[in-house]
């Protein structure tokens, strides 16, 4: 079950980048809307694998990043989830049950971010992003 978790997390990450990027080429400004609902993405994320990992919560869901930083922080988040991972595979952390809930709803949240951004950028009527497209590694 974890595999397919993995698998998916590895996805949305692939997915977040290319979003982070899309936004970002042409160095346009991004309309503050855009950047909140950014930041919800990456902080969201961050939230849940602290959570899990017992970490320290450095950012609010309602926190603005600075753009300069989206790249690094959903790098820092996809490293962190690869911790989790590798701990419930290895057999170090045991009753993986609880986990599970925890990872569909992180999905399901990433998912909603991603709906916002879409029709942020109807709303701005700036270049659609074609999620079909992007490279996963």
């Known amino acids: 079950m974890l595999d ?3 698998q998916r997390f590895s996805y949305v990450h692939q997915l977040n980048l290319s979003w982070i990027s899309h936004l970002m080429k042409d160095d346009r400004d991004i309309p503050w809307d855009l950047k909140v609902a950014v930041s919800q993405l990456i902080n969201s994320q961050h939230i849940a694998v602290c959570e899990i990992l017992d970490l320290e919560i450095e ?3 309602n926190d603005v990043l600075p753009e300069m930083h989206w790249e690094s922080l959903e790098r820092e988040n996809y490293k962190q989830w690869m ?3 590798l701990q419930f595979n290895q057999g170090l952390q045991d009753n993986v ?3 599970t809930p925890l990872l569909f709803k ?3 949240e990433n998912a909603q971010y991603i ?3 879409k029709l942020l950028l109807a709303q701005h009527e700036l270049e659609q992003f074609d999620e079909t497209l992007i490279r996963v590694e």
């Open 115 to 117: 709906g916002q951004l």
């Open 4 to 6: 397919f978790f993995q």
């Open 83 to 85: 911790t989790v991972f």
């Open 106 to 108: 992180s999905l399901h």
């Open 97 to 99: 049950e609880w986990l």
């Open 59 to 61: 950012s609010d869901l």
